[in-house]
């Protein structure tokens, strides 16, 4: 029978650092530290729908500027099932992994936020 070896991570620090005990305790401090990433969560959030919405909300104002857009075909499909069909998906894909970028770059800069407040 094969010998079970278990796997670790390097080795964890055993105390916390005065910032994050701001945090968990919820003192005023620490909600002012939570506040701030979460604005910068929650704008970054509106810079995403903003974009989003203007986009997809000028798909049908397209429709109503040029009326000859939805008889028009591509490659035989009409381009008014390009645009509402397949042309958002990239963009919505796109604007998930900018989302997901930003987002992680704001909890990085907190954590860097944490760890320079404590030194």
């Known amino acids: 029978m094969a010998e079970r070896v278990r796997v ?3 080795p964890r620090r055993g105390t916390r650092t005065a910032p994050v ?5 919820e003192t005023p ?3 002012v530290y939570v506040d701030s990433l979460l604005r910068e969560q929650l704008f970054t959030a509106l810079r995403v729908l903003g974009v989003t919405l203007l986009v997809l909300g000028s798909v049908p104002l397209l429709f ?3 009326p000859a857009l939805p008889s028009l075909r591509v490659g035989g499909v009409p381009v008014a099932w390009v645009l509402l069909g397949v042309a958002p998906y990239p963009l919505l894909v796109g604007l998930g992994w900018w989302f997901c970028r930003r987002a992680e770059r704001n909890e990085d800069a907190f954590a860097g936020l944490m760890e320079e407040v404590d030194s």
């Open 8 to 10: 670790t991570g390097p």
């Open 21 to 25: 005990r701001e945090v968990e305790a």
């Open 29 to 31: 401090l620490g909600r």
């Open 64 to 66: 109503f500027t040029v």
